[in-house]
């Protein structure tokens, strides 16, 4: 079983910044791929960022330059900064890890963009 618990997320300006952070339960050094996701409302969930245990790292085109994965296992978490955010950011972001034949999500963290 892998728990996930998303953190980080709120009201912000246009231009401005957060920090998502991923805690996930056990060690993650087993997991081979991590990832954030977001839906926003009215639209299918979407790939945002994955980041693998070898530190490759992909980004949806809508957010590179802004956005930078990262994970830091030895603390078992996983983060998401996000800079230059728009007002299309606005979304729920949840952290995803395919382990042992499963997927698991976190409960998401709801980020809003607006001034």
């Known amino acids: 079983q892998v728990q996930l618990v998303e953190s980080g997320g709120g009201l912000v300006q246009p231009g401005g910044s957060l920090r998502l952070s991923c805690a996930a339960s056990?060690?993650?050094?087993?997991?081979?791929?991590m990832d954030w996701y977001r839906q926003a409302p009215g639209k299918q969930r979407e790939l945002v960022a994955t980041?693998?245990?070898?530190?490759?790292?992909n980004y949806a085109d809508s957010v590179k330059g802004r956005f930078t994965i990262s994970r830091d296992n030895a603390k078992n978490t996983m983060y998401l900064q996000m800079n230059s955010l728009k007002p299309e950011d606005t979304a729920i972001y949840y952290c995803?890890?395919?382990?042992?034949?499963?997927?698991?999500w976190g409960q998401g963290t709801q980020v809003t963009v607006s001034s």
């Open positions: 056990g060690s993650m050094f087993r997991f081979v791929v």
């Open positions: 980041i693998t245990k070898s530190g490759n790292i």
């Open positions: 995803h890890v395919p382990w042992g034949g499963y997927e698991y």
